[in-house]
């Protein structure tokens, strides 16, 4: 079955304490991307990458980093996690750039106390 | 910058009914239009897409959207709602590699 698969689909944590929040895809796809989700905002875009070894910041991308080294695999690691960046996380991924659609996993819901 | 505008927050509708979803965007070129659909609790779906070619199409669950060049908008519609769909849309612009999506539109359904 094709998916996007991320990891945790929760947590909570404390202000300061590094986490990653994993991502992997199983359809072979060269973009790869992350969004936030908060009330009345919409998704933003965080970071994406157009293939491995290729990042590029999207429109909120302070306080967080990716990583791409193999194809199936998009981490997202934030190194001192604040309280502003409680939200809910989507990974997502598409065939090539933005002229194609993305499929998305499931969320993360991160809460930083 | 690219924006996406969905005028509507939340939307009421009495299944049967019809419905319509408005999306406006800011964009210099034609660019790649997407309406997606996320129920509580789920990832975002695709419900449709629009790339060139003929500005009306077809997307899955009934739903079509037509792309209007000169008023900006994507408007997402279906001529019988369902109580199923009763969810959170959101149409997005993708556009030198990056995407960018409105605020979303909450949709009820009273039965």
């Known amino acids: 079955e094709a998916q996007v698969t991320q990891n945790p689909r929760y947590l909570i944590t404390v202000t300061g304490k590094k986490l990653t929040v994993t991502c992997s895809q199983n359809?072979?796809?060269?973009?790869m991307s992350w969004y936030r989700q908060d009330p009345g905002l919409g998704l933003r875009q965080i970071y994406y990458?157009?293939?491995?070894?290729?990042?590029d910041k999207g429109d909120v991308p302070e306080g967080y980093k990716v990583s791409r080294k193999e194809k199936r695999n998009f981490p997202l690691i934030l190194e001192s996690p604040s309280p502003n960046q409680t939200s809910l996380y989507f990974c997502?991924?598409?065939?090539?750039?933005?002229?194609?659609?993305?499929?998305f996993g499931d969320g993360t819901r991160l809460s930083i106390l | 910058a690219q924006s996406v505008t969905q005028p509507d927050i939340h939307i009421t509708v009495s299944e049967g009914a019809s419905l319509e979803l408005r999306c406006n965007y800011s964009?210099?070129?034609?660019?790649?239009l997407f309406w997606y659909v996320q129920s509580p609790g789920q990832g975002l779906q695709l419900l449709l897409k629009?790339?060139?070619?003929?500005?009306l199409v077809q997307g899955i669950k009934g739903f079509e959207a037509e792309f209007k060049r000169s008023q900006s908008s994507f408007n997402l519609r279906k001529p019988s709602v369902h109580w199923s769909d009763a969810a959170e849309y959101f149409c997005?612009?993708?556009?030198?590699?990056?995407?960018?999506f409105g605020t979303g539109t909450s949709l009820t359904v009273i039965p």
């Open positions: 997502a991924s598409g065939d090539r750039g933005s002229n194609q659609p993305q499929h």
């Open positions: 359809m072979n796809h060269e973009y």
């Open positions: 990458s157009m293939n491995v070894e290729v990042t």
């Open positions: 964009y210099g070129a034609t660019p790649y």
């Open positions: 629009y790339f060139s070619g003929d500005t």
């Open positions: 997005a612009v993708g556009a030198s590699n990056q995407f960018y």
